[in-house]
């Protein structure tokens, strides 16, 4: 195992994007990384910025203005990652299906990893869910990796 | 200073405030609102969960005689709970796990006295009745009751 | 040089997506251009709907003021059907609306003192709030959506063994918010960052009619809960809490002062619920028809919604008002003039809620 | 809820007396009844006082709608009035009339006539 790749499983750093639901998620996934439910102890950060970020958590229904912007910001961050749909509204729509001003479900903009049902998240599912999602981002490392030796080798 | 130095003793003496949650058990209170479940033993199939579903996450089939339940839509409101005229909904208190798919869940409907059941009970019988000799074929689903089915949404909304 | 800084909407500052373009001379921010729209979801539309539904719509425009939202719209809806609510449904509303108050302030508090590096009180302001969480969870079912309005009353009746675990609440919350009070108003750091910063002048409020902590911090007086009393406000009477100086500082101020004004609402709600009657809910015998308007004062200001209905299940027009919508036109004449590292903090003062300014 | 139904240009002096008088505009709320445009307007007398509603009634001529704006007597009316313009499709004089929506949707709440 290289250092990075224990330092990302030991340290993921998250980027939360609030894409325009009601902001019960965000709060709660606020709620995770404070005292009662510190996910500091995994290692989690919270980040601003894209570039720095390994998990991406999304709140809400994409909006159409905000769309771009999403796709921006999945574009910016690095190899491997991780992108998290936290609440109903960022899985399937929720109660927001069929609203004009929306494009429905995170899925049909950005490839989605995990999905964590609940309206509102719980912080404990929150927590679960970057669980489940280091499993992934350590496979996407493993599978890059293996790539790279491919191509050394054929080289 | 002295106040200090006593919240200083008060913390070290104190237990941690944040909770050991993945390597504690989950606990909640009671009443705590989480997905629901489907009752087939008691459920009519009259459709009143469908049609008064905000979030439009419950899908009844008739003619399969069983209930289609989105969970990653369901935003657990519990009104669906209070619709139903023969309480065959009931409301979890753990939620739901997260997963690398969309949760569906499909409940088979078996009680007889639904008024579906019971009509095509009676056209089975009357015909078992009309055609003595030839032997009925067996007209049940595929699917048995109760059983969780993880699989991808096929229409998007 | 005059140089454009996009800022938003994907800022730390914020949780949620908003866009400030800013042009700067130098330092100082020459001018600033408001752009929203990024949470619009089209709710309005959506409300032309089963007004049964409707109810639980209007918790989900903003996760942080959902019992008011929902207590709006569920009196807009029984004024339009010519429904009184049962007693004691109103004195378990007015409980929720007062809890709801008091986790929307700490948590404003909070991000406020996290916008200027204050990361102990960010977290201790979070740490009161799971109390606050704590105590919906028992009585609501959920922690922040609690789905306990509908139209006709409430679901879920507070007991008497509830009502004595509020009392304890109360009283262990009091002293939590009097050892954060001593703590944010005696410190000397947030009282020079915070104070002449982003200030909105007395005439400046009255002119663009901003609401809530925003208007009460520039010794505007204007509450709904004293101006157009709702649920059980004719009876608890609600002094409204105005400081004068109109800064950052100010707006802070009261958001901690009404932390008490709050406790001591509770403790007057929880005598009215042991002899209010078994009811908490009234089935209504007619549909709406009528047109009817309620206002609530949400933690951030005055709620509005205005119902229509027409003799069927589905409402004809609802219009939602928030009151980051009414405070909206008042953050462009404070950023312009501001220094750069003002903007984050003067914003958050005004606790912006975009969920609830876009719908 | 009483209200007043008045004429654009009436509601320019109205909105003038009330602004005089310390008066706070809480919204501007639209209505589409099929074959009119109804724009309601509240305002709060402060610090006491019953709220009042005034309401102008347009009738609907294809998009080519025009209202009056009081955002020059009332600065908050800005974002209300942008919204009414928006989501009706109607013309607010002075405003851009685009403030929430995104540029593929038009007047949603438009509704077409009997």
């Known amino acids: 195992m290289s250092l990075i790749e224990l330092s990302r499983k030991k340290s993921p750093w998250v980027i939360h994007v609030g894409t325009g639901g009601c902001n019960g998620c965000d709060l709660e996934i606020l709620a995770c990384l404070t005292p009662r439910f510190d996910a500091s102890r995994f290692g989690v950060m919270s980040t601003g910025n894209p570039k720095h970020a390994d998990i991406m958590l999304v709140v809400g229904p994409v909006t159409l203005k905000y769309k771009e912007i999403i796709t921006n910001l999945y574009n910016q961050m690095p190899d491997p990652k991780v992108v998290i749909a936290v609440g109903t509204c960022a899985s399937t729509g929720g109660i927001y299906q069929g609203c004009y001003g929306h494009c429905g479900s995170l899925d049909k903009v950005v490839p989605v990893d995990v999905y964590i049902p609940g309206c509102n998240v719980r912080p404990e599912a929150v927590i679960d869910g970057l669980v489940l999602g280091l499993d992934i981002l350590n496979e996407k490392e493993r599978k890059i990796l293996e790539e790279k030796k491919k191509s050394k080798g054929a080289a | 200073m002295l106040k200090i130095l006593a919240n200083i003793g008060k913390n070290l003496i104190s237990k941690p405030y944040t909770s050991n949650y993945p390597f504690t058990p989950y606990q909640h209170f009671p009443g705590v609102r989480a997905d629901v479940t489907f009752d087939g033993t008691k459920c009519i199939l009259c459709g009143l969960c469908q049609r008064s579903c905000p979030a439009e996450c419950i899908l009844i089939h008739k003619e399969q005689e069983q209930i289609e339940y989105l969970n990653t839509q369901c935003i657990r409101c519990g009104y669906c709970v209070r619709v139903c005229p023969t309480n065959a909904i009931s409301q979890n208190e753990v939620y739901t796990k997260p997963s690398r798919q969309r949760l569906t869940v499909y409940t088979k409907v078996t009680n007889e006295n639904a008024p579906v059941i019971k009509k095509r009970m009676a056209a089975e019988a009357a015909k078992k009745a009309a055609a003595e000799k030839p032997a009925t074929a067996g007209t049940g689903p595929a699917k048995p009751a109760g059983e969780k089915k993880v699989d991808e949404k096929k229409t998007s909304a | ?359 | 809820m009483d209200v007043k139904t008045v004429t654009q240009q009436e509601m320019q002096d109205v909105a003038r007396r009330l602004r005089a008088a310390g008066t706070r505009l809480i919204t501007i709320v639209g209505y589409d009844s099929g074959d009119t445009i109804q724009v309601s307007y509240f305002f709060q007398p402060f610090p006491e006082g019953k709220a009042e509603t005034y309401r102008v009634v347009v009738p609907k001529h294809g998009g080519n709608e025009e209202v009056e704006s009081i955002t020059p007597i009332f600065p908050a009316a800005y974002i209300a009035e942008n919204e009414l313009a928006e989501m009706f499709g109607v013309h607010v004089k002075g405003v851009p009339g685009r403030f929430f929506l995104h540029e593929s949707i038009n007047a949603p709440l438009r509704r077409k006539a009997p």
């Open chain 3, 1 to 359: 040089m005059k140089t454009t800084i996009q800022f938003g909407p994907q800022h730390p500052v914020w949780v949620e997506p908003l866009r400030l373009k800013l042009t700067m001379d130098g330092e100082i921010v020459k001018d600033c251009e408001l752009e929203a729209g990024f949470c619009h979801r089209g709710l309005e539309k959506k409300f032309e709907w089963d007004y049964n539904k409707g109810a639980y719509l209007s918790e989900r425009i903003c996760g942080i003021c959902t019992q008011h939202h929902s207590t709006c719209y569920c009196t807009a809806v029984e004024g339009t059907m010519g429904l009184e609510i049962p007693r004691r449904a109103a004195v378990i509303r007015t409980i929720m609306l007062e809890l709801e108050r008091l986790h929307s302030h700490l948590l404003a508090i909070g991000l406020t003192l996290e916008s200027i590096g204050f990361e102990n009180l960010f977290m201790l302001c979070f740490r009161n709030r799971e109390i606050v969480l704590d105590m919906f969870e028992r009585t609501t079912g959920n922690r922040v959506l609690h789905g306990i309005n509908i139209v006709g009353g409430v679901i879920r009746n507070i007991g008497p063994e509830m009502a004595k675990e509020l009392e304890d609440f109360c009283d262990i919350m009091e002293k939590r918010c009097l050892d954060l009070k001593d703590m944010i108003l005696k410190s000397y750091t947030i009282r020079e960052r915070m104070q002449g910063v982003g200030v909105m002048s007395e005439q400046l409020a009255r002119d663009l009619c901003v609401v809530g902590p925003v208007a009460r911090g520039s010794n505007v007086p204007y509450d709904i809960r004293a101006v157009a009393p709702y649920v059980l406000y004719n009876e608890i009477k609600v002094k409204p809490i105005v400081e004068t100086s109109g800064d950052c500082w100010a707006r802070s101020v009261v958001r901690v002062r009404e932390l008490f004004q709050s406790i001591d609402i509770i403790r007057q709600c929880i005598p009215l619920l042991a002899d209010a009657g078994e009811d908490i809910f009234a089935k209504s015998k007619t549909l709406p028809e009528k047109e009817y308007f309620t206002r609530v004062e949400a933690p951030r200001g005055e709620l509005f919604y205005y119902a229509k209905g027409k003799k069927s299940k589905e409402m004809d027009r609802i219009k939602v008002r928030t009151s980051t919508y009414g405070n909206g036109p008042g953050f462009v004449p404070l950023i312009k003039g501001s220094h750069l590292a003002d903007v984050g903090l003067i914003t958050i003062t005004f606790d912006p809620c975009i969920g609830c300014f876009d719908r």
